[in-house]
């Protein structure tokens, strides 16, 4: 593990991202055009591995964006109701982090890019610390077993809390989702419990991954998910109901994770192209990042062949470019 850096002297000015998302009209037409422009994309497959996500209609495709002045903006089917998945995973690092703080967390859970997929086994075997990072399956269920409560009901209750603060109401299970999932986790089970041979498990193994696959069978629309995203953006406030939901700090912890890791393999090629941290799920959401800017959300079940949304994508990577999004775009002072 890297060597911890110099803590910030007392009273040191804090930098942080800063800039303006465009008027109020520009952002909207660009939200309705970005849904015009690739509304009629038909490539990409329905996920089908649990069960209940091939029912989902290939033609859903909607698109939020939530300013850290707690504007939404929205195109298309932004009230439609589908299932959190991996876009979990930021926020419950984030509930875990704001717990134990995010050096324990890191300790505990590991940070780095595993460079292999969302479901891998190998990726803990090849790590010598046997930790993944809190944005694959095998970190996550590490997570879920760190996430404070004696019990698994009281963990599962911490979450959803947690998550419904990140989105300004109350989240509830999808319980077919959750059941079809339950039938079908038997990998995430296995991963738990090679992370408990390891030490690298905090709680039952099967209780932990239980309650992670309820975490997965939130039910959220890509508004929900618009309004967590811009929550990470203004470090840690919900710019919509204006409650602290986790420290400064946590969020710029959880934002590094995302941008290294939130894509899985496809991260490096991620930032290149779109420059934003983000968070991918197998039910056809993406949400981003813009620090200090907002939170960008879309949802469209086709996924490409490493299970991301195909308009997803592509609607993102315009409107980081048109919105002036993308972190690592600069122009020279004139």
């Known amino acids: 593990m890297m060597t911890d850096l110099p803590a910030d002297e007392p009273g040191a000015a804090r930098h ?12 909207q037409a660009l939200l309705d055009e970005a849904h015009d422009r690739y509304a009629g994309e038909d490539s990409g497959t329905v996920a089908d591995y649990i069960p209940v996500l091939a029912q989902t209609s290939p033609s859903l495709f909607g698109l939020c964006l939530v300013g850290v ?10 009230q439609q ?27 505990k859970l590991g940070v780095n890019s595993t460079g292999l997929g969302f479901n891998s086994v190998m990726a803990i075997e090849l790590n010598e610390d046997r930790t993944a990072n809190p944005m ?4 996550a269920i590490a997570a879920a077993s760190l996430v404070p409560g004696e019990t698994a009901d009281d963990k599962w209750n911490f979450i959803r809390a ?25 990998r995430n089970q296995g991963m738990a419990y090679l992370l408990a041979g390891y030490g ?22 890509v508004t929900d998910l618009a309004v967590m995203s811009a929550t990470l953006a203004d470090g840690g406030v919900n710019p919509v109901t204006r409650e602290r939901v986790v420290d400064a700090d946590v969020c710029t912890r959880v934002l590094a994770v995302l941008a290294t890791a939130g894509l ?15 968070k991918s799920g197998v039910s056809g959401g993406i949400l981003t990042v813009a620090p200090g800017k907002g939170g960008l959300a879309t949802f469209s079940p086709p996924l490409d062949s490493a299970g991301n949304s195909v308009r997803g994508q592509r609607a993102t990577k315009f409107l980081s470019n048109r919105l002036g999004l993308n972190l690592f775009a600069s122009l020279p002072e004139p």
């Open 16 to 27: 942080v991202s800063t800039g303006h998302l465009p008027s109020s009209t520009v952002v």
């Open 200 to 221: 690298r498990m905090y709680f039952d193994p099967l209780e932990a991954t239980d309650v992670y696959t309820k975490q997965c069978s939130l039910s959220v629309t």
């Open 162 to 186: 947690g998550l419904s603060r990140f989105a300004g109401r109350r989240l509830d299970l999808d319980h077919d989702a959750y059941t079809s999932e339950a039938a079908t986790n038997r």
């Open 81 to 107: 109701h589908f299932t959190i998945q991996s876009m979990s995973k930021p926020f419950v690092f984030a509930l875990v982090a704001q717990a134990l703080g995010h050096a324990a967390a890191r300790e």
């Open 69 to 78: 002045d707690g504007t939404v903006y929205s195109a298309g089917d932004a």
């Open 136 to 139: 694959v399956n095998a970190g």
């Open 264 to 278: 899985y393999e496809h991260s490096g090629d991620w930032l290149y192209e779109v420059g934003l941290p983000a």
